[in-house]
């Protein structure tokens, strides 16, 4: 029998698990049974089928680290066992990796099942803490409604800011989002409720997103421990009844070509890889004879052995569906996290050179306060993938934070892109802009990537702004003469100001 997990914590903290040589089968199954909430698990002539009885839906909890998002998730479980909706998941089942639970933070994005009277839901619960928002990118990318969850004992945090900006920048319907006020037992003063909510509505209005969206107030802790259930119980269920009636279904495009963006890979040993992820455009099923593109890796051609979504075997997925694939005859190495899954004889050419039009985020907007330069190096998030990218910023020298600028992007691997799809850019720990894509080049060739000769172009532009790295003005920066003179600032902003002026 052919058993494989995918998108599994455990998996990830333990890579022995899924690079072991000879021993690897009776290993894998002796964990096993420590993996019982993996998102997918395949096993061909398994018993369960996926019935598609009811719409379904991805959503998932973002917020701010320590917030109460897994807590909430496991609540929204619990609550729901008790109709049979779903399979309760505790607390340390999802938070389980061994660097999750020392540090008793979420590390990695976790998949939940469970469903209402009105429909089937996915379910991703995100990291929250700013060390792991790569994670959290990858998971928001595959929601389509978010819970922003938020203590009322702190109100709106950093990383609160962050996640509703990166919900709104991967596309996010306005009207799928709600808010629940968590940990409303702690601050009984109910004019500090009204206060927080207020200030969750201000920071809606300036995201774009609708003021009035819907906000619920409630413990999850309380839901968990079946304690005051007018703020516990009672809580997740007017929640639930947001999802249901107020979140709408995105438009799925199933009559089209595939597209399956890979999220995690697994290696099972004799049988093939597995890839993880949501299914965003066509129909998928057995024997589809398919090809692995871009992640920076050479094209791979393959065949689908079997699909499942959470334990369940599926004959046909659909647009919106959260995956394990196998696939025949593909090496681990071949493939990796932001690969693309195309049907075979498609047209697409990954690439590494893109023309965009990219927005620099203001300070109040939780981007950085210093403008965008000519040959700047950042990092570039897109659907599941992430590279380094160098930006050449066309007509200008500059893109202040609140502008929009046509840029020339250098990512220094080949990826999946097309026309009209969204990214975001980041500088650690900051995002700074967000866009899409407009018009796509063909790969550079191996002069164009040429190391020295992209430092030549650089180095030209740095001196043409006036911050030749070799020069006086540098070589003043490096060495300041304090003598008799008052101190100056030397920030780069200020650097760029008086560059722009001259």
């Known amino acids: 029998m052919l058993v494989y997990s ?11 698990m899924v690079n072991a040589a000879g021993g690897f089968r009776e290993n894998f199954l002796t964990k096993l049974a420590q993996l ?67 540090r008793g933070i979420t590390i990695n994005a976790f998949h939940l099942e469970y469903e209402t009277e009105k429909r089937h839901y996915a379910h991703i619960d995100c990291p929250g803490h700013a060390d792991y928002i790569k994670n959290m990118i990858t998971g928001t990318a595959q929601m389509e409604g978010a819970i922003l969850v938020v203590a009322a004992t702190d109100g709106a945090m950093p990383q609160t800011r962050e996640h509703l900006l990166l919900a709104r920048q991967v596309g996010i319907p306005l009207e799928n989002i709600v808010v629940y006020l968590n940990k409303i037992d702690e601050v009984p003063d109910k004019e500090t409720h009204e206060l927080v909510e207020m200030e969750m509505r201000e920071l809606l209005s300036e995201l774009s997103y609708p003021s009035d969206s819907p906000v619920v107030f409630g413990s999850a802790l309380c839901a968990l421990e079946g304690k005051n259930p007018e703020i516990g119980e009672e809580s997740i269920w007017k929640l639930l009844d947001v999802l249901d009636n107020s979140f709408i279904i995105p438009e ?6 595939v597209m399956f963006p890979a999220e995690h890979v697994y290696a099972i040993k004799g049988r093939g890889t597995v890839i993880t992820g949501k299914l965003e455009r066509g129909s998928l099923k057995r024997g589809d004879k398919v090809e692995l593109v871009g992640g920076g890796k050479e094209p791979v051609k393959s065949v689908v052995s079997s699909l499942e979504t959470f334990k369940k075997s599926l004959d046909v997925a659909e647009p919106g569906d959260q995956l394990g694939v196998l696939l025949r005859g593909v090496e681990s190495k ?17 690439t590494d050179k893109v023309e965009a039009q990219l927005y620099i985020l203001k300070p109040e907007e939780g981007g950085a306060k210093t403008p965008v330069a000519n040959y700047f190096t950042e990092h570039l998030f897109s659907l599941t993938w992430d590279c380094g990218v160098i930006i050449k910023i066309k007509g200008k020298d500059f893109i202040m934070p609140g502008e929009v600028g046509e840029v020339e992007l250098y990512m220094n691997t080949v990826q999946f892109i097309e026309p009209q799809q969204r990214f975001t850019i980041r500088k650690d720990p ?17 002069a164009e990537k040429d190391k020295k000769t992209m430092r030549m172009a650089m180095k030209a532009e740095m001196e043409r702004l006036g911050f030749n790295p070799y020069g006086e003005q540098m070589e003043k920066r490096l060495k300041p003469d304090y003598s008799n003179s008052p101190k100056q600032d030397m920030s780069v902003s200020k650097l760029f100001e008086e560059s722009a002026q001259k």
């Not at 071949?334 to 990954?350: D, E, I, N």
Request: net charge positive; hydrophobic share 30%; proline share 7%.
């Open 430 to 446: 900051v995002t700074i802009g967000t866009g899409v894509f407009t018009k796509l080049h063909p790969p550079r060739t191996e």
């Open 36 to 102: 019982k909430h993996a998102r997918c698990l395949a096993v061909p002539g398994a018993k369960q089928v996926y019935k598609r009885t009811k719409p379904h839906l991805n959503v998932g909890t973002i917020g701010h680290v320590d917030h109460g998002k897994t807590t909430l998730s496991s609540a929204i479980t619990k609550v729901l066992a008790t109709k049979k909706g779903a399979k309760y998941r505790k607390y340390d089942e999802i938070d389980n990796a061994p660097e999750e639970k020392a």
């Open 6 to 16: 995918a998108c599994h914590r455990s998996m990830l903290a333990s890579p022995k």
């Open 252 to 257: 799925r495009h199933q009559n089209t070509e």
């Open 334 to 350: 071949a493939v990796r996290r932001g690969s693309v899954l195309l049907p075979q004889g498609h047209k697409h050419v990954p």
